[in-house]
């Protein structure tokens, strides 16, 4: 299976392959990620980073949608967003790491991002907006999920947890 990446019109610009890294074709850039029923999954909508935290979610039944990087995809998050009415949780990931241009300093690009995308959203969307980092020290949603030890093809036990996480917020 693959999983396509779209556009806030739901235009699917590329198609990832698994032999291949991570790439576009030449003129087109990543969008966003999520299933087509995603708002009709229950609860807060989850901002994660990347396909495979957005297939996590899915897996939990949680309304998720992937942005293509830390600090990407706004402008299509604004439009796909508008009028869903629900809170917006930014998921920050937990990828500290030394700054290679200040030695002895740290960055923290995931919980950046989720920070600059959250105040983004908030002009928009106002306090219905807001940044996380998830329990524990996984570093997505989707190491959460394998870190929690739920059988994937459970699907009731994956839902539950899935409504625990939100529950959270």
């Not at 996590?56 to 796909?80: D, E, F, H, Q, W």
């Amino acid at each position: 299976r693959t999983c396509a990446a779209r556009s806030s019109r739901s235009k699917m610009p590329r198609r990832p392959r698994r032999s291949r890294p991570k790439r576009c074709a030449t003129g087109s850039r990543r969008g966003l990620t999520y299933s087509g029923d995603w708002l009709d999954n229950p609860g807060a909508v989850l901002l994660v980073e990347g396909m495979s935290d957005v297939a996590a979610g899915i897996t939990m039944g949680l309304a998720t949608i992937g942005r293509p990087s830390n600090t990407g995809g706004v402008a299509m998050l604004r439009k796909l967003l508008a009028g869903c009415g629900r809170h917006i949780v930014v998921i920050g990931e937990r990828d500290r790491q030394p700054d290679k241009l200040k030695p002895g300093a740290m960055r923290w690009p995931g919980m950046d991002g989720a920070r600059s995308v959250t105040q983004q959203l908030a002009k928009q969307f106002g306090g219905n907006v807001g940044a996380r980092l998830l329990p524990g020290n996984a570093k997505d949603l989707r190491a959460w999920f394998r870190s929690c030890g739920v059988d994937p093809a459970d699907r009731e036990a994956c839902f539950e947890l899935g409504r625990k996480l939100v529950g959270k917020w």
